[in-house]
């Protein structure tokens, strides 16, 4: 078949389409890194992990060595800019995110970048900047952030029967967020940043409006709580358009991953996170028991999330788009973060300072 075929339609037209895999760079190699790094080799089709970079070396080495084909980079600013790299996940620590996505925005290469997107709503509101100058001349996007809850079967379940009017208007929405436990660096603070913020997330996803105050109560703390911080804590969040919010959050349990969500709408309403999976019955004393297991942590829980995210995200930039939370959803939850920490100092309620979209 001549070029001159192709060119008259006998053959789809290809020259858009990359014919090789998406080689990715990952900055980040400690928990969630690795496990990206796994995911990408293992799972994930059209993907190559080409080159990985951490502060710690001998780690970095590790997980190269598991991957053929992969290098180390000790600079990361260097992975991104190398011309062997077409994409690149972040997953170093969060005070390296906006260095790092603003220099991929810099080289125009998709990026990835685990939550949160910067450290303060300033800083993710010049990422946006960033991302939207580059779309002005380009057309493309490049930015998504890892809120992978968007990605979980029973999330995009829920989220679809919310958008299709299943429970008529949604009014009030219950999470309740429980870790088994926690390092003993965890603050309350970071039960807003790390945790609350994912709760954040799926609001504006299941919702489709922006949050606009925050309020944050501290109930009698676990003798289980990190010495001297208030766990758990109830967040009360208030949307744009004049729905409720409430988040338990409760990060030393000492039971296992409870992630769970209940809409209620006005003809309706729907949970989920039930771990419903097997049920089991069981003899014993004192008596007969029914139980399901609980995941562990959120690796396990969410681990077809990440799966899907991950997949969702090599192909689209393969097709030069974003296939998820963006730049914006970033700056929502870091402007929506920054309140629930103020309101946790003051315990008033707090107005969430936001630019207009
Ligand atoms: C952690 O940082 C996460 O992102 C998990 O998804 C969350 O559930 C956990 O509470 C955080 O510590």
């Not at 090789?20 to 190699?29: E, I, N, P, Y």
């Not at 190559?48 to 990361?76: H, I, L, N, T």
């Not at 097997?278 to 969410?302: E, K, M, N, W, Y």
Request: net charge negative; proline share 4%; with cysteine.
């Amino acid at each position: 078949m001549t070029t001159a075929e192709t060119r008259a339609g006998v053959l789809p037209d290809l020259a858009d389409v990359p014919a090789r895999d998406l080689r990715v760079a990952v900055l980040g190699v400690g928990m969630m890194g690795a496990d990206h790094v796994a995911r990408l080799y293992s799972r994930i089709s059209g993907a190559q992990v080409v080159a990985v970079s951490d502060a710690f070396a001998e780690k970095a080495e590790q997980v190269a060595a598991a991957v053929p084909g992969c290098r180390v980079m000790g600079d990361p600013l260097a992975a991104i800019a190398d011309d062997d790299v077409d994409a690149v996940l972040i997953a170093t620590p969060g005070q390296f995110h906006e260095e790092q996505v603003l220099a991929c925005i810099g080289r125009g290469k998709p990026v990835l970048c685990e939550k949160p997107l910067t450290m303060d709503a300033d800083s993710a509101l010049a990422v946006v900047r960033a991302e939207d100058e580059y779309t002005a001349r380009t057309g493309r996007r490049l930015v998504q952030v890892g809120f992978m809850r968007r990605f979980d079967p029973e999330y995009a379940e829920l989220k679809a029967l919310i958008a299709g009017g299943g429970l008529g208007e949604p009014l009030l929405v219950h999470c309740a967020h429980r870790n088994a436990a926690v390092p003993p660096h965890f603050t309350s603070e970071m039960m807003v940043n790390d945790s609350v913020v994912h709760e954040v997330d799926v609001a504006r996803f299941l919702l489709d409006e922006e949050i606009a105050a925050v309020t944050v109560l501290r109930p009698r703390a676990t003798r289980h709580a990190v010495a001297g911080q208030s766990d758990p804590l109830l967040v009360l969040f208030e949307t744009t358009g004049g729905r409720m919010v409430d988040v338990e959050c409760f990060v030393s349990t000492g039971v296992g991953y409870e992630v769970r969500t209940e809409v209620v709408g006005e003809d309706g309403s729907a949970m989920i996170g039930l771990d419903l999976g097997l049920v089991r019955l069981a003899g014993g004393t004192p008596g007969a028991t029914r139980s399901t297991g609980i995941a562990p942590d959120f690796r396990q829980r969410f681990g077809r999330a990440y799966d899907i995210e991950l997949q969702r995200w090599v192909d689209a930039a393969r097709r030069g788009e974003v296939d998820g939370p963006g730049a914006w959803d970033g700056y929502a939850a870091q402007a929506v973060c920054a309140a629930g920490v103020e309101a946790l100092h003051s315990g008033r309620r707090t107005e969430v300072r936001m630019e207009s979209r």
